[in-house]
């Protein structure tokens, strides 16, 4: 900083103006101040600044897999909000060899220069009912369950299959079939019981489950066997790729989508890779549900008080296209 001052004919004191962002230094100063800070390759010390200040205006962000379209889109919804408050991020991933507790990951992210802590939530936490978060870094989780110990948000998994359902028994279909996603997954879990419940609610038959693991290729063994179920008219995917891979399934067992089988998904992740797509489903507002997931840490980090013990749901959006047809008889 004393290199930069000298350079630019200015004091430390103006330096450390320019490098905060602060406005009270004139343009033609600012200037001359960063053209002396690209000539001799200073860049700001973050640490220090985090000392001073008590921020190091970044966020981590914790997900259990990088490659689902869900968590893809989550992590450039919290990217873009950070990056339009001018805060910066640090993605820490959780896979094989690492141990899956909150109070792991709490260990981890305390090492890092972050102000608070995002966590994706994928597979259910030994410890979640037990976890005690550290009380000098906010954490907030993505999750179907509401936690006691921190704020939560997350898509509103259970609603989009009570809604699927209610939209298919509305078009006069009798009973709806399911093709559930891996039973380790919390989202996989809670959408299910949302299509069970809804039949309840409704008094219908509720006819056998189909296991999948979020792939087309088990959408499509799930729409071979489906093709063969006495009175399947209508199907409910826990995702777009497994409902895509279940209509070609059900076409290559003779079956005619929606002429024969009315069939929904959920997530619409596949709307800019398949062309000419006829799929109906339940969108996911993905990232909408990161922007909400950064100003909620962002709010603990300013000091604002964000309640614990509920959750806060990002609603879904039916997405209708040409895969349901209504029964008339």
Same mark, same amino acid.
């Given at each position: ?108 992210? &305390?090492?890092? @220069?972050? #102000?608070?802590? $995002? /966590?994706?939530?994928? *597979?259910?936490? !030994? ?127 003779? &079956?005619?989508? @929606?002429? #024969?089988?009315? $069939? /929904?998904?959920?997530? *619409?992740?596949? !709307? ?58």
């Amino acid at each position: 900083m004393q290199d930069v001052a000298r350079e630019a004919g200015v004091s430390p004191q103006t330096v450390s103006r320019v490098a905060n962002g602060s406005n009270a230094v004139r343009p033609e100063t600012r200037q001359r101040v960063e053209a002396a800070m690209e000539k001799l390759g200073y860049r700001p010390n973050y640490a220090a600044r985090a000392l001073k200040h008590g921020q190091f205006k970044n966020i981590g962000v914790v997900l259990f897999n990088m490659t689902t379209f869900g968590n893809a889109r989550i992590l450039n919804g919290i990217v873009e909000a950070a990056e339009d408050d001018g805060y910066a991020t640090t993605l820490v991933t959780i896979g094989h060899g690492h141990v899956k507790t909150l109070q792991a990951i709490a260990e981890r992210m &305390k090492q890092l @220069p972050v #102000d608070g802590v $995002i /966590i994706a939530m994928q *597979d259910r936490i !030994a410890d979640f009912d037990d976890f005690v978060p550290p009380k000098e870094l906010p954490f907030v989780l993505i999750n179907e369950s509401a936690a006691n110990h921190c704020p939560t948000i997350d898509a509103d998994q259970y609603g989009c299959s009570t809604a699927a359902v209610d939209y298919l028994l509305s078009k006069g279909h009798r009973t709806v079939y399911h093709i559930a996603g891996p039973s380790t997954s919390l989202a996989a879990c809670s959408r299910a019981r949302g299509w069970r419940e809804a039949l309840e609610q409704f008094g219908v038959p509720i006819p056998p489950t189909y296991v999948g693991d979020w792939g087309a290729d088990s959408g499509y063994q799930a729409g071979l066997a489906l093709a063969h179920e006495p009175g399947c008219t209508a199907v409910y995917a826990a995702n777009d790729q497994m409902a895509y891979g279940a209509i070609l399934g059900l076409q290559a067992a003779g &079956k005619r989508v @929606p002429e #024969d089988v009315s $069939i /929904i998904g959920v997530d *619409d992740s596949l !709307a800019e890779t398949v062309p000419r797509l006829n799929l109906t489903t339940m969108r996911m507002k993905f990232e909408q549900l990161g922007r909400e997931a950064y100003l909620m840490v962002r709010r603990i980090c300013d000091g604002e008080h964000v309640p614990v013990g509920v959750k806060t749901v990002i609603p879904t959006e039916l997405i209708e296209r040409g895969s349901v047809r209504e029964i008339n008889d």
